[in-house]
């Protein structure tokens, strides 16, 4: 048992530093995309190093302060229910039979917390970043929660390790190629959770100032940017699970992580922004259909 | 103020005692990502554009544009200054957390510059804020700013950028030249 | 251009002056000013306020307004002037005829102290806040000297003396 413990807590502190690689990795994309040279890839750790030692001088009360670690246990709960390797003693973290529905629950206890604290900033832009967010969870949550749903049935399973045996036998066996429907819904949700571009407007540090985080400085901050890459990386790892038959050996997890990591970050690029109203109405039709379809074909075959 | 009131602190701000062991190390990180608060007090902020796009990138010495002060490092007093935005950079100063540094753009900030008979901008900056780096010129082009950038780099990195020091020691001095200008202080005295 | 023509016929037009092809300069008084103004909005399609603009003659004693319109279909301009007296400086706002000259009257207020009645926002601050002084364009405010008073000089000694004395020479030039 603490054995478990302490591999899961070294699988941590590897995702947290695997999620700040890929960001700065994605700079460096983003730069090299708009012809720059852009910063090193390991910008990231700098400035987490940097923030953390920043002080901190700000009051605005408990929720406030909670609000950053919420993010952080959001993102490393994710992570730790999520199997980097199915099946290996020292990789596959904590999860555990039923644990996909507590996966759903543990993912969007982040955004709650970080709801709760912003709130508490007192920044006006802060509710305004929130609303959008939530919102924008509402949109998203149903085309993915769909398209798990459809995994499960299909699987007559609800652990990913369960999913992930049920994918193997080679690569026409992912859920990917048996299951496209859901699989190109869930894939544009995951457009969503990332916030990347078209549905940016959470954030959108031209207008409202990065949003929720606006108050938020330093040493809270620097726990945020963890708790996000680390949350990055749980939901690459989960889509690895779910739709791309899982990995078999460190090395097959990093390149399928990096291949997920790569379809937000080039959607990124070369799309402008949707607005709010825009891309929830967006989530609800195109990728809820896609969703539908799959589950009414399960539905039919069986 | 009144129900204002907990998010303002007015007691002085207590100097931060960083060091030690990590001391090499911070200051390392931190010459290398320099967070700009992304606001222009006058015509220099559009020399600031250049820099951080394509044509200039300043991103590859690992600095970025933030949107809030709570944030960034570094305040950019980009050309002239008048009374009415001295007050607003007063308070964004004070907002950003405490390693911090600014770096004033222009002829403007020095002596006046051309504006050295005007009404309603400032002559010295560093009367009212303690300045890290001065950047001559009018306005400076991109090249001058991204040395300017360089050298406070250096600075930080071997420890000698402490105007957010100099500020807290000399707070009532800082506080006497501000208040000789803005009449009406409707601020609290030290807003965090 | 023959809407000066017009204009002479209708109003009391005190000097009128052609300056380019496309732009024209009438001269009116304070009480002709705004059936002047929405004469040419009505019938003759100046349909943009560009701008209002304020002159200081100090020595004849009074303030030049001039309002500044354009008209899209012709693209021709005309600014027409009125004289106001200099030590009681009051007209009326002409914000319900073009809605953006409040602004531009609440600057004049600030910068000349030129009153303009009805303007419901002309007390509030546009630029300078707590102002203390006379208005800053009035030309007998010596800036130099306020700038040098308030925000004090980095200059060597002798470039203190140099401006000290233009700053002489400006208030001996108006005393004049």
Known sequence: MWAKILYAFLTLIGGIAYGLLLGGISRKITARMQNRRGPTVWQNFIDLWKLFRKKTAISHGVMFYLAPMFRLVGGAGTFLLVPVVVGSPYLSNFSFGGDLIVLMYFMVLGCLGMALGAAESGHPHAPIGVTRGLSQMAGYELPFILSVIVLMVADKTATLEGIVRAQQGGILHWHLFT??????????????????????????????????????????????????????????LLFMNLFLGGASNLLWAFVKTFAIFLWPLFITNVFPRLRLEQSVLFFWTWPTFLGLVDLLRIYLVR | MGKDKKYFLDEKPEKLTYGGVFRRINDWARARSLWVVAYGTGCGSIELRPTFTSRFDAERLGMRMVATPRQA????????????????????????????????????????????????????????????????????RPEAILAGFKRLQELIDSGRADGWKKYIDNLDRYRENQKKIIKNWKMPNYNW | MEVLNRLREKFEITGDKVQRDDLALVETT??????????????????????????????????????????????????????????????????KIWPQAEVYEREIHEMFGVN?????????????????????????????????????????????????????????WRRK
């Open chain 1, 179 to 236: 299951h496209p429907f859901a699989a190109a819904a869930a894939f544009i949700s995951l457009l969503g959770m990332m916030t990347s571009y078209p549905f940016q407007v959470v954030l959108a540090p031209q207008e409202i100032a990065v949003g929720p985080p606006t108050e938020y400085s330093s040493t809270f901050l620097s726990y945020m940017f963890s708790g996000r890459s680390v949350f990055a990386v749980a939901k690459y």
């Open chain 2, 73 to 140: 490092d570094v305040l950019i007093i980009s050309g002239y200054l008048t009374v009415k935005t001295l007050k607003r950079v007063i308070r964004v100063y004070e907002q950003m957390q405490s390693p911090k540094y600014v770096v004033a753009l222009g002829a403007c900030p020095i002596n006046g510059g051309m504006y050295y008979d005007s009404y309603n901008a400032i002559n010295r900056l560093d009367l009212y804020l303690p300045v890290d780096v001065w950047i001559t010129g009018c306005m400076p």
């Open chain 3, 30 to 95: 304070g009480k002709d000013l705004i059936p002047v103004l929405v004469y040419l909005k009505t019938y003759e399609g100046f349909k943009t306020l560009v701008m209002i603009s304020c002159v200081d003659w100090m020595e004849k004693g009074k303030f030049q307004l001039s309002y500044n319109l354009w008209n899209p279909e012709k693209k021709k301009n005309i600014i027409v002037k009125i004289f106001l007296d200099r030590e009681n400086p009051v007209f009326q706002t002409i914000y």
């Open chain 3, 116 to 172: 303009f009645e009805g303007n419901p926002t002309q007390d509030e601050e546009l630029i300078l806040e707590d102002w203390e002084e006379i208005p800053p364009m009035r030309r007998d405010f010596n800036t130099l000297r306020y700038s040098m008073e308030k925000f004090g000089e980095r200059e060597p000694k002798s470039g203190i003396i140099i401006r000290k004395q233009i700053s002489e020479q400006y208030d001996e």
